[in-house]
């Protein structure tokens, strides 16, 4: 349901591109083994672009992170504008809704952000 809808409704595509840069996020941190890679991706740790030649594997898997949680963020951003948009200007069906409001809830317990998961399902 959520793949057909990322056809019609841009908001969701949005979402649903930020969860995936966010999953790949943490993808990258598990296999990288580095047991702070949470904890440094969350408080936003910057490391040289991915690519540098003088940079160790560890901290080119923690580039390439920081580059996918970065982007993760912006899709996520721009979602919550539009659908906050198409809120105001009522463009958006009760259907839309629901499903951005699971994604959205989705997306901020693997961030671990999870006081705004559970104000989705609670308001």
């Known amino acids: 349901m959520i793949l057909q809808a990322c056809a019609t409704e841009r908001t969701i595509r949005q979402v649903a591109i930020a969860i995936a840069a966010l999953d790949l996020t943490l993808s990258i941190g598990f ?18 672009p991915p690519g540098s030649d003088d940079l160790t594997t560890s901290q080119r898997l923690r580039s390439k992170a920081t580059y996918h949680h970065q982007y993760a963020l912006e899709q996520y951003g721009k979602a919550v504008k539009q659908m906050s948009l198409n809120i105001a200007t009522g463009k958006s069906s009760i259907r839309t ?5 699971v994604m959205t809830t989705c997306f901020e317990v693997m961030h671990g952000n999870h006081e705004a998961a559970c104000s989705q399902i609670c308001e």
Do not use: V
Not at 31 to 48: I, Y
Not at 97 to 101: A, E, G
């Open 31 to 48: 296999h990288g083994q580095d047991s702070a890679f949470t904890k440094a991706w969350r408080d936003s740790h910057r490391l040289p």
């Open 97 to 101: 809704l629901l499903l951005i409001c």
